[in-house]
């Protein structure tokens, strides 16, 4: 990572939105390398460098990939170099390496605002999927430690090797059946509860001060067997906080949840048509919020949902015991490997990155999922 000191004369449809980006920077770098071709090479933006990522369980994937070039909040501009698979990277010149855990860190927060911010970039180029490079070494790299090793994955055979081509199917679309009836019913009970927490902010002196239009909106949690926890937050104009946070009322309860924050409970007795429609609001959401598992015993009380992954369906049980586990019927065991290879793919495809080649053992594990 290199800074370069401030100059004095330093400028959903989320899917369609984010690739007419993509396609905006691509014609904006095409006409630099044609006009400005001085200008990238400067940047060491004229030639890509090959990074090959890899973590333990997993394939190494290698990409042609850019310096980044941040703009800072003061004019100045920050780059974050590529480290190339054999260890080389570009040096800008008149800059300085920032180095050290603190400072790092420090850089961090002042441009990304720890995650919630992102400043302008400078030339901004795509990564490209690509081959491993036949002098890769992997032992040039240490491996981060493999998070997956209490999941276990599934593939649903197609149809034409499938006895029971419906089960997890089936299961899949029970469970999001219950899980719409479940939120059809927050919802409902939100809406109510928006209505009566509105009126009561607006009549509250300290609400009429604020200015901006108030905003009401809700986080809930739900531990099976209790009643939701209904937790609102409120504001003004853009995002301004109000106080007191949430105001009382003679149609809901509001006790201290576990992280401090108020939660909003049914009255025990109400006396309103408000209050007591509240009540029947929350008794009318399930006792807990639906899990995959529940409608497909064969994974038993373990953690489960349904992906689609390059057109592979897969069925991903997360277990604490892994002798409690039995293969569900319509499907065969994938390997970590290969799901992870699936999964990296569609990440790269949601940011419009072209994939790089599949490794042998992918290719052939997944011959028998993918259309001929």
Do not use: C
Request: charged content about 25%.
């Amino acid at each position: 990572l290199y800074a370069e000191e401030p100059r004095d004369n330093t400028a959903t449809r989320g899917d369609q939105m984010m690739e007419l980006y993509y396609k905006f920077n691509r014609r904006a770098y095409a006409y630099a390398q044609k006009n400005h071709a001085e200008l990238l090479q400067t940047l060491g933006l004229d030639k890509p460098t090959t990074v090959v990522t890899k973590a333990a369980g997993q394939h190494p994937r290698a990409y042609e990939t850019f310096a980044t070039i941040y703009l800072g909040y003061r004019g100045e501009l920050y780059m974050y170099v590529p480290v190339a698979y054999d260890g080389t990277h570009f040096v800008p010149a008149e800059s300085r390496e920032i180095t050290g855990k603190k400072a790092l860190y420090q850089l961090g927060e002042y441009l990304f605002a720890g995650g919630w911010d992102s400043p302008p970039v400078i030339m901004p180029v795509q990564p490209k999927g690509v081959a491993i490079p036949q002098d890769y070494d992997p032992k040039l790299f240490k491996s981060a430690k493999s998070y997956r090793h209490n999941m276990r994955v599934y593939a649903v055979l197609p149809a034409n090797e499938n006895d029971e081509p419906d089960t997890v199917a089936k299961a899949q679309k029970e469970y999001e059946k219950a899980d719409k009836f479940y939120h059809a019913k927050i919802s409902a009970l939100l809406k109510v509860v928006r209505r009566v927490m509105t009126k009561a902010a607006q009549e509250a002196p300290s609400y009429k001060e604020a200015k901006g239009r108030l905003h009401i909106g809700f986080s809930y949690g739900h531990r099976r067997g209790e009643l939701p926890d209904i937790e609102p937050s409120l504001s003004r104009g853009f995002g301004s906080p109000v106080r007191p946070l949430v105001p009382e009322s003679p149609h809901y309860a509001l006790i201290r949840g576990s992280g401090g924050n108020a939660v909003v409970r049914p009255l025990k007795k109400p006396t309103t048509p408000e209050g007591k429609e509240i009540v029947r609001l929350f008794k009318a959401v399930p006792d807990h919020r639906p899990e995959l598992n529940e409608f497909l015993p064969s994974v038993g009380e373990h953690s489960a949902f349904v992906q689609n992954l390059g057109g592979v369906t897969v069925l991903k049980v997360s277990f604490q015991n892994a002798a409690t586990l039995t293969t569900p019927k319509g499907t065969v065991p994938l390997t970590n490997k290969t799901y992870e290879w699936l999964e990296a793919d569609q990440t790269d495809l949601n940011q419009s990155v072209p994939l790089p080649p599949k490794p042998a053992p992918v290719a052939k594990e997944l011959a028998r999922f993918l259309p001929k």
